[in-house]
């Protein structure tokens, strides 16, 4: 199964320019019919608006964008270089523009719209999809923190965490990661403390931050 990054949720995010307003937004969906659905659903909800122009792009399926009335290129191609330089798939961004009576020029169409595009991704979050491993870790308190900064080293995840007469931890690493990963813990506690392999996963959570207990 291959890993490829996913908009984390739902994600909004406006700006003024020239007194337009523009309104980006973006959402994760498996299917080119789920993007198309919310493309529509802008398009009925924000009738009045002057343009709605859009981005999709749909893992192992198509890549589609429209400028929806604005100077060819300037609108849904700037979005659409927005999504593919994020490296993300299963996404539609639409951004909503309302015209403040000052005409932008091509220059300041396209800055506008890829602006539009990345700050509702900003707003979004990333997640990656992979699998991971699901793992065990029960360890004494005194390596509960170095355990934790390993564990974001690796790019990995505490779930869940109980306090008792130790700490017991729940953490998904990387499949491609976890032996490296448990052979760091064995090598970092001299053995004393080990990890048990419960199960894998595949989906996405979110990168770029520290998460617990998600």
């Not at 995010?13 to 080119?32: A, L, M, N, Q």
């Not at 192992?60 to 290129?73: L, V």
Request: glycine share 10%.
């Amino acid at each position: 199964m291959e890993e490829y990054l996913v908009p984390t949720g739902y994600g909004e995010d406006e700006f003024t320019e020239k007194k337009s307003r523009f309104i980006g937004r973006v959402w994760c969906v498996e299917t080119e019919a789920e993007a198309l659905e919310k493309i529509q659903e802008m398009k009925s909800k924000y009738y009045d608006a002057t343009h709605n122009c859009w981005a999709y792009i749909i893992r192992d399926g198509a890549a589609r964008f429209s400028d929806d009335g604005e100077p060819g290129g300037t609108a849904g191609n700037p979005m659409m270089q927005v999504l593919q330089k994020e490296n993300l798939y299963n996404i539609v961004c639409v951004v909503t523009r309302y015209f403040g009576g000052i005409l932008l020029g091509a220059g300041g169409l396209v800055r506008a719209y890829t602006k539009g595009a990345k700050i509702a991704i900003d707003a979004a979050g990333k997640s990656m999809k992979r699998v991971w491993s699901v793992l065990y870790l029960p360890c004494p308190y005194n390596f509960y923190e170095r355990i934790k900064l390993e564990t974001e080293a690796f790019g990995g995840i505490i779930r869940d965490t109980q306090f008792g007469a130790e700490v017991e931890l729940e953490i998904l690493v990387a499949r491609e990661q976890t032996q490296a990963f448990l052979d760091k813990i064995t090598d970092m506690t001299a053995g004393t403390v080990e990890a048990l392999q419960t199960a894998e996963e595949y989906r996405a959570f979110p990168v770029g931050q520290s998460k617990e207990a998600l």
